[in-house]
Structure formats: C-alpha cells, structure tokens
C-alpha cells in the first residue's frame, strides 16, 4: 500500500469490537504504543523503534460507503473523515 513504507518494524495492538444495541453503529478500534515499529516522519511525528507513542484507530461499521474513521497519533495528530 502507498505510504507503508514509512513504517518498519512489528508492534503488539489491541482490538476492540463494539456491538452496540440494535441501531447503533458498530465500532471497531484498534489501539498500539508502537513499540517495535520506527516511523520515518516529518519533525515531532517521526518516532524511533524504542520508543512508546500511542496510536488509536477508530472505524466505524455502518451501512455508509465510506467508513467514518478517527485516528489519534501520541495526543500531537488527531484527524476525523466522515
């Protein structure tokens, strides 16, 4: 995939599926400190095999074409598509 590149390594993550009540959209998040994994990014964002930067990926199930997704990368990159 484009932009995979950037990335290097392995790191453990957690998965977590919400099933809400009928009606509701369905989540699935995904939640890593990406240990083990270097990131070749600009500045602030770059993060080296060692360290500890949280990310969090937040997609949602519903019955939309696109999937609204929210990431959250180390509380410094936070983006939302609807």
């Known amino acids: 995939m484009p932009g995979w590149e950037l990335a290097q390594g392995k790191t453990d993550y957690q998965l977590k599926l919400g099933l809400p009540f009928p009606g509701s959209p369905s989540e699935l998040m ?9 990131l070749e990014l600009p500045g602030f964002l770059a993060k080296s095999t060692p360290q500890k930067k949280p ?3 937040t997609f949602g199930l519903g019955n939309e074409a696109l999937l609204p997704i929210t990431v959250n990368y180390n509380n410094t990159l936070k ?3 609807n």
């Open 30 to 38: 995904v939640q890593s400190d990406l240990v083990g994994v270097a």
């Open 79 to 81: 983006a939302a598509s």
């Open 55 to 57: 990310l969090s990926l």
